[in-house]
């Protein structure tokens, strides 16, 4: 497996970004977000685990430590986990972090939308991650979606981090198939053109991906140790949008009871003041392997 590309060389050059973005969907950059806020929102979901007593008892809730046998999204147990974290004012401010609105506000030439609807990960060691697959299957409005992706802390590989299939956004969906892990569907991507790469992060490093590029969860091979990360979506302002988008992960609640006890209002509803396109969210760009759909025509290479 090949080393993502380090793109802080084009970081403040619109031009040259958009035509890395354009060749490889996908760019990674080192020393991008504010490590205070993400210091800070990482100590909010080490609490949150050793307050579900997920963290090994006697050890630093810091070391992110479990032995517990793993729970993993979809199953009940995960629900109050997940309703504490999708709470948190820090969670949701920091899918505004500066770097990253700046950085997409170049690519898109246009005023950044970050969807709301803001993703946390918390993978047990040796549990099934996330199988290969094409965001824009789930989200929809506009492939121009860029996700973030950003550890919650160090990611060396081994801890699981993300490998991503280098320019495999640019022949369209593909169809999927019924696969284990996070979303329930995955690309099969046995002889695909292209490079997988990953990487290791360091803290404040952030890896983004066009929401029909091909990436995968990669195995937590610790014994011991939670890989916590977020992931957050972004477009240009001016391209349509789901509802969907618009709405809390899961939508338990809705947005009044996620903003109960935030100290500021300033990031509450802040996507109401755009005048945005939405569009339908179908069902019809599952197309299934199992029913005998094609994949996209690859051009020579
Ligand atoms: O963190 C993961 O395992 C999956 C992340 C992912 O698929 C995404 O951010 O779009
Ligand atoms: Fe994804």
């Known amino acids: ?14 031009v040259a970004l958009r035509k890395r973005a354009a060749r490889d969907g996908y ?46 999204e979809g199953m009940p147990e995960f629900i109050p986990v997940l309703e504490d974290f999708q709470r948190l004012e820090e969670f949701h401010a920091f899918a505004h972090d500066p770097g990253v609105l700046g950085m997409l506000g170049r690519l898109f030439g246009d005023t950044v939308l970050a969807h709301p609807r803001n ?79 990953a990487g290791d992060f360091t803290a404040g490093d952030a890896l983004f991906f066009h929401s029909e590029t091909i990436h995968e969860g990669l195995p937590n091979t610790t014994s011991d140790r939670f890989r916590l990360s977020v992931d957050y979506r972004y477009q240009a302002v001016s391209k349509p949008v789901t509802e969907a988008s618009l709405l809390p992960h899961f939508n338990r609640f809705g947005w009044d009871w996620v903003y109960e006890g935030w100290q500021s209002a300033d990031l509450q509803y802040y996507w109401r003041e755009f005048d945005l396109e939405l569009a339908p969210f179908t069902r019809d760009v599952y197309r299934f392997v199992e029913d005998g759909a094609a994949g996209p025509e690859h051009p020579p290479e």
């Open 1 to 14: 497996m090949k080393p993502y590309t380090n793109s802080n060389d084009v970081l403040n050059d619109a």
């Open 27 to 72: 760019l990674f950059f080192t020393d991008l977000v504010d490590l205070a806020a993400l210091r800070a929102l990482r100590g909010r979901f080490e609490e949150i685990l050793a307050r579900h007593q997920w963290i090994d008892e006697g050890t630093a809730a810091s070391d992110l430590l479990t032995t517990k046998e793993a729970v993993v």
């Open 119 to 197: 993703i946390g990960r918390i993978v047990f060691p040796t549990t099934p991650t996330t199988p290969p697959h094409q965001d824009y299957v789930h989200i929809q409005g506009t492939p121009d979606v860029w996700t973030a992706w950003i550890p919650l802390g160090d990611c060396p590989r081994a801890l699981g981090g993300i490998q991503v299939l280098a320019g495999s956004h640019r022949v369209g969906v593909y169809p999927v198939q019924r696969m284990s892990g996070a979303g329930g569907v995955g690309v099969p991507t046995d002889g695909l053109p292209g490079d997988w790469v």
